[in-house]
């Protein structure tokens, strides 16, 4: 279901598979605001300032919300997108379970953080799929959004399978 509140891991690359996440929440209603976990360095700097332009330019009403991290990694992803679940959202009027945490974009250590801060608060997650070209390139309107379903549960497997071998002994 569309939700008003989305969190991304954004960077200096193409923001392509972020606008088709923002449009598919829209269209039900949500996109209202958006999160995006990122550095506070040039590239990226730019990056959000062309994706702002073009929310503006294309009238879309998606208030962004940069959450500044000083490092792409686990820990910076992981308390930056809690404080979105746990603080954030509550600010701008909204619930935890109207805002999504999209594993799409950023570093997989950020992704790493990202998965943990929302399986520990409650979170749910997605992520933008597209199909693609022979040479890896994302076919345009491909793009669609997945919801994962993170209804299970982790267990420590204590017990080490043995470990078959070919070899015999002589």
């Known amino acids: 279901p569309p939700r008003p509140g989305l969190v991304w891991l954004f960077g200096p690359g193409p923001f392509g598979h972020l606008l088709a996440a923002l449009e598919h929440h829209r269209e039900g209603g949500g996109a209202v605001h958006c999160w995006l976990v990122m550095q506070d360095v040039e590239p990226v700097r730019a990056s959000f300032n062309r994706l702002a332009g073009q929310l503006l330019e294309q009238e879309l009403p998606t208030q962004l919300h940069p959450c500044y991290i000083g490092e792409p990694d686990v820990r910076a992803a992981y308390r930056a997108v809690r404080a979105v679940f746990e603080r954030e959202a509550a600010e701008e009027g909204l619930r935890p379970d109207q805002v999504i945490a999209d594993i799409t974009g950023g570093t ?42 993170a209804a299970f ?11 078959a071998t070919d070899s015999k002994e002589e």
């Open 108 to 149: 997989k250590p950020m992704t790493a953080g990202m998965v943990l801060a929302a399986l520990t608060t409650g979170g749910d997650l997605e992520y933008v799929e597209s199909k693609r070209d022979a040479t890896g390139q994302v076919i345009p309107g491909t793009q669609q959004v997945v919801l994962i379903d």
């Open 153 to 163: 549960h982790v267990t420590k497997n204590t017990r080490v399978p043995e470990v």
